[in-house]
């Protein structure tokens, strides 16, 4: 958006990110990932009274706090996984999740500035934003109930709304979701080939159908693994049902809407040029901030000389 950032940095050996791995022509993924367009300030500097995992005060004040362990108090794993096996987010979702709300804030406290005259404190929970973001499965459980069970890559409350495997030489797997009754009938009919499937009466609700999920899968299944994973989807955009790849990474750095849009563009970093998504919301490189990946400490003579104290 154009804001200043300077990210202060510990001397000698910096944000601790920089050491995760070096699989960006040497630097660390998570770093360059979060620090482009900051400038590096490197200081053996620390107050952490302004630092809180948890919140400025209760119990937990001076708890540690890291991306996963805030997955795991939040509840975050008790609904991600498979079977007996918790799993976390395969990002840092709390991490982004505070960041979220710290710039939202941020963003509130400067209306509210201008409109009343006055600023505002601002208290950035990980632990608060993470279940903020629980919401669902919270109120699913709601006076006691069960919680949701795990359930991968599908969802737990509706079905069919998952990764399903295809066959036909290509194999792969197709992810889709119906979220009505109408899309119901219209994948049995026009996809599966069965129209009397949608008023098998096991499956003519959504809550029938996720409790015989497993007969459900074996049933789709069994259709698609005559088709290729490209059939397949085909044939659900032909029947107007929600659908989508099941990509890795490479899938997303070679997405077609993405090179047929021109989000990608090139940033600076002490290792080279490297890709970077023009970021969301944004018609082009030219209108948004895109400055380089900082070296440790590569602005604290420019810093100081602003502030007018010797480094």
Excluded at 222 to 227: D, I, K, L, N, Y
Aim: with cysteine; net charge neutral; glycine share 10%.
């Amino acid at each position: 958006m154009g804001a200043r950032v300077i990210k202060i940095e510990r001397s000698g050996v910096g944000d601790f990110a920089r050491a995760y791995d070096t699989r960006v022509n040497g630097m660390a993924s998570h770093f360059v990932w979060a620090n482009r367009s900051k400038e590096s300030l490197a200081l053996d500097l620390k107050n952490p009274q302004r630092l809180w995992g948890y919140g400025s005060d209760g119990p937990y004040r001076d708890k540690k706090a890291y991306d996963l362990l805030v997955q795991s108090e939040a509840g975050f794993l008790s609904v991600t996984g498979n079977g007996p096996e918790p799993a976390k987010a395969g990002i840092s979702v709390a991490d982004i999740s505070a960041g979220m709300y710290a710039y939202s804030n941020i963003l509130a406290a400067i209306i509210k500035r201008g409109k009343t005259g006055r600023g505002a404190r601002i208290d950035i929970s990980m632990l608060e934003s993470m279940v903020e973001w629980m919401s669902f499965p919270m109120y699913y459980t709601h006076n006691d109930a069960p919680g949701p069970a795990r359930s991968g890559a599908a969802h737990a409350s509706i079905y069919p709304y998952g990764p399903f495997e295809t066959g036909g030489g290509g194999g792969g797997s197709v992810m889709f979701g119906v979220q009505n009754e109408r899309e119901w009938t219209s994948l049995c009919r026009d996809v599966l080939g069965d129209e009397a499937m949608a008023r098998n009466p096991r499956f003519v609700s959504n809550t029938l159908r996720v409790r015989h999920r497993d007969e459900l899968k074996a049933v789709i299944c069994g259709v698609f693994e005559r088709s290729s994973a490209e059939e397949v989807l085909a044939k659900l955009d032909g029947a107007a049902i929600a659908n989508a790849n099941v990509n890795d990474m490479q899938g997303a750095w070679n997405h077609p809407q993405l090179k047929a849009r021109a989000r990608w563009t090139e940033v600076e970093t002490p290792a080279g040029k490297i890709p970077a998504l023009i970021p969301p919301g944004f018609p082009s490189v030219q209108e948004s901030r895109m400055d380089k990946v900082p070296g440790l400490g590569e602005h604290n003579e420019a810093i100081f000389r602003e502030l007018g104290v010797e480094p």
